[in-house]
Each structure stands twice: as C-alpha cells, then as structure tokens.
T-cell receptor, first 115, second 114 residues
Framework: DQQVKQNSPSLSVQEGRISILNCDYT??????FLWYKKYPAEGPTFLIS?????DKNEDGRFTVFLNKSAKHLSLHIVPSQPGDSAVYFC??????????????FGKGITLSVRP | GAGVSQSPSNKVTEKGKDVELRCDPI?????LYWYRQSLGQGLEFLIY????????KSGLPSDRFSAERTGGSVSTLTIQRTQQEDSAVYLC????????????FGPGTRLTVT
C-alpha cells in the first residue's frame, strides 16, 4: 500500500520554464510534507517542506503547494535551470521530531532541464 | 563540517552470508534513521534511533535485520543470511533534533546479493 505516490516517473522542461512536480498521499495522519533532491551516487538532500496547516511555502525559486482536501501537493521550480536536473522525492511524516518523524517516500520523479 | 558517512560504499555478497553496514552520523545529532531504496522504489524506512530511547524497529522487513547504535553515535545495520531481495541501496540519515528537524542523508551503501 503506497501512501505517497508520484505517478509520473519523469519530466522534461526547457531551461527558464516552470517545472511542476506532483505528489499525492493517502494517509490523513501525515502533517508534514517534504521534498528531497537526489543526484546520482549521493544521498537525498532536503529542499523544502510544508506543514499541513499551510497551503503554500516559498523558498527562492522553489514553491510547494498543499491541497489538503485533495491530499495533493506540488513543487514548482521557477525558472528551471540545468542544475536542477535530478531525481525529486516527495516525502511525508506525522511529526518533525520523535518517533513519528520517520519519512514515507514516493518513488521519485526524474527531472531533466534542457538548456 | 563533515556530513553523514557510510561504509562500505559498495558491497557484493553471496546469498546466505551476513553483512554489516556502517553509518557515522553528523557529530552531535541525536536522531539516526536507516532507509533502503530497492530498484525502482522510493526510500523505505527501516529503523529509528533517538538518544538513549528504545529504537523504533517497525520498518525492519524480517528478523534477519538488526541494528545497533553504540554510544549514541555510530550505527551498524546487520543483515543475516542475506537473500537476493535484500539487494538495495541502504541509506542512513541523522538529525539534530530540537528545532532543527532536517534529516541529513549519507551517500548510501549499495548492497548486491548474488
């Protein structure tokens, strides 16, 4: 039973355009949602997060939107740059610290930004 | 400063052998997590350590898997009698706790069971 779903395995966008990465979840107990970025042969690195009490969080070129009623979140990257090419994982947890801080991940989406 | 380190980076073992995977978390981080990523899958939680508290082992897939964290620092994940389905990248993450919740991941150990 996959609780965090990233239904598109890959996305290709032109440099300078917007990248929109989608994620759906099924567990209503999740309170925190995070995006991680992963380059080959490296561990994932934290990108941005959002609490379930918010619907938007912005950090530079990265914005995460949360639609709690639809159990859907999306990561927007504007403008996209070739260095953004990586695998992006959506993750969720019930808490940020303590026993419920373990992350449940989606399968990831490979983003390719064409120069 | 130094990040999370894991060793070995690659491990090939024969089915039925035992393996030990090591994680050195960032100094001072109280929380430590093990995850694994099988081919084509997302990261799957295995085990969580927090300070001196009893670990959360709810993600371990079978009793062949065990983990220790000595002195609140280094952790070892042991897989006994390895099976081919254990082949995966095993990732360790640590977190400072308190107000900083970010999990910092190591580069992982790629385990191949032949």
């Amino acid at each position: 039973d996959q609780q965090v779903k990233q239904n598109s395995p890959s996305l290709s966008v032109q440099e300078g355009r917007i990248s929109i990465l989608n994620c759906d979840y099924t567990n209503s107990m999740f309170d925190y949602f995070l995006w991680y970025k992963k380059y080959p042969a490296e561990g994932p690195t934290f990108l941005i997060s959002i609490s379930s009490i918010k619907d938007k969080n912005e950090d530079g070129r990265f914005t995460v939107f949360l639609n709690k009623s639809a159990k859907h979140l999306s990561l927007h990257i504007v403008p996209s740059q070739p260095g953004d090419s990586a695998v992006y994982f959506c993750a969720a947890s019930r808490a940020l610290t303590g026993a419920n801080s373990k992350l449940t991940f989606g399968k990831g989406i490979t983003l390719s930004v064409r120069p | 400063g130094a990040g999370v380190s894991q060793s070995p980076s690659n491990k090939v073992t024969e089915k039925g052998k035992d393996v030990e995977l090591r994680c050195d978390p960032i100094s001072g981080h109280t929380a430590l997590y093990w995850y694994r990523q099988s081919l084509g899958q997302g990261l799957e939680f295995l085990i969580y350590f927090q300070g001196n508290s009893a670990p959360d082992k709810s993600g371990l897939p079978s009793d062949r898997f065990s983990a220790e964290r000595t002195g609140g620092s280094v952790s070892t994940l042991t897989i006994q009698r390895t099976q081919q389905e254990d082949s995966a990248v095993y990732l360790c993450a640590s977190s400072p706790g308190g107000g900083d919740y970010e999990q910092y991941f190591g580069p992982g150990t790629r385990l191949t069971v032949t």
